[in-house]
């Protein structure tokens, strides 16, 4: 979802401190790690787990804010490991 949105709309995201558009990514791992959309913990990595796997967001963008790097907007938002990324709400059938 991540490419094929890009370069609009970008994949849209929510957490406990706003929406985010992930503009680029990578996914790492295989396998199960948490439930899908929990920040979690990859080789040193802060990623967001999936149902298969997780994905590293490269590039990232809050609400209202310019695009930046994935540990820039890790460092302001101060999530810490177990916040969740849900689909906004407008996005749900």
């Given at each position: ?7 609009w709309?970008?994949?849209l ?22 439930p ?12 967001i787990?999936?149902?298969d ?18 540990a ?11 916040a969740?990324f849900?689909r906004?709400?407008?996005l749900?059938?």
């Amino acid at each position: 979802m991540i490419r094929g949105c890009n370069p609009w709309p970008g994949a849209l995201t929510t957490s406990g401190v706003g929406r985010l558009t992930i503009w680029r990514a990578t996914v790492v791992g295989s396998g199960h790690l948490n439930p899908p959309g929990m920040l979690g913990h990859h080789e040193g990595r802060v990623v967001i787990s999936a149902a298969d796997g997780a994905v590293l967001p490269i590039e990232v963008q809050p609400e209202n804010k310019r695009r930046m790097p994935w540990a820039e907007y890790l460092r302001g938002a101060r999530l810490a490991a177990g916040a969740r990324f849900l689909r906004p709400a407008f996005l749900e059938p």
